[in-house]
């Protein structure tokens, strides 16, 4: 079965730096693989998705990531963060078109000003 | 496009009553909907998976007679929190994925926060 670890429950980082929220998956066939966010008493916001080709897929919000099946990875990146970049970030993970998505336990971005 | 609603946004009930969530797909038809559980900065719990004029599939541990789900239409789905309890209080939120959509993308909605007195 499929699944997912994000590293770090929180993250810090000042705004303008550089944003990095890691994301390791298992699963046994090629996987989709998604990066959601959340802003408080929403609900979820689609920033990129993985399914075939390019590796280095880029999404909203100047969020990018790349899908390395060496290290089974799927982090997410940002050049400069901005203020409004703070939210609840979620890493999941398919192993179908029509297979449930499973969700890593989300990573709290802070930004600092 | 791709715009999911839930109503209600929130709702207070007492302990003992049922409470029914919609969920619609607005501007799409949704062969499938999901619905999900979220405790306070808690990741996304999915219970069950509905599929349009077909019986729910419920992940293990949901109680299928407590959380009553109807996908009668192609835009939506119902989730019913029968004989609710205070330890049923949560965030649900459901989405919606795209008949025919080929990369198992899900649409969300804006989520029902539930409070059970």
């Known amino acids: 079965a499929q699944s997912v670890t994000q590293l770090g429950s929180h993250v810090s980082v000042s705004e303008g730096a550089l944003v990095l929220l890691r994301c390791n998956y298992s699963?046994?066939?090629?996987?989709?693989l998604f990066w959601y966010v959340q802003y408080p008493n929403q609900g979820l916001q689609l920033l990129l998705k993985y399914t075939t080709g390019a590796t280095l897929v880029k999404g909203i919000n100047g969020f990018e990531a790349e899908f390395k099946k060496s290290e089974t990875s799927f982090h997410l990146t940002k050049p400069s963060a901005h203020m409004s970049d703070a939210a609840e970030y979620f890493c999941?993970?398919?192993?179908?078109?029509?297979?449930?998505?499973?969700f890593g336990k989300g990573t709290r971005l802070h930004i600092l000003p | 496009g791709a715009v999911v609603s839930q109503h209600p946004s929130w709702v207070i009930c007492k302990s003992g009553t049922s409470v029914k969530i919609e969920c619609r797909s607005l501007?799409?038809?949704?062969?499938?909907m999901f619905w999900y559980r979220q405790f306070p900065k808690k990741s996304l719990m999915l219970m069950a998976t509905s599929n349009e004029g077909s019986k729910a599939t419920y992940e293990q541990g949901v109680e299928k007679d407590k959380f009553l789900i109807n996908h009668a239409s192609l835009t939506l789905s119902t989730l019913t929190v029968t004989s609710a309890h205070p330890e049923d209080s949560s965030f649900y939120i459901c989405?919606?994925?795209?008949?025919?959509?080929?990369?198992?993308?899900?649409?969300f909605g804006p989520g029902t926060r539930l409070t059970v007195l």
């Open positions: 699963s046994s066939v090629p996987p989709y």
């Open positions: 989405s919606a994925r795209l008949a025919g959509g080929w990369d198992n993308e899900q649409f």
């Open positions: 501007d799409f038809q949704a062969t499938t």
């Open positions: 999941a993970v398919s192993e179908d078109r029509d297979d449930k998505i499973i």
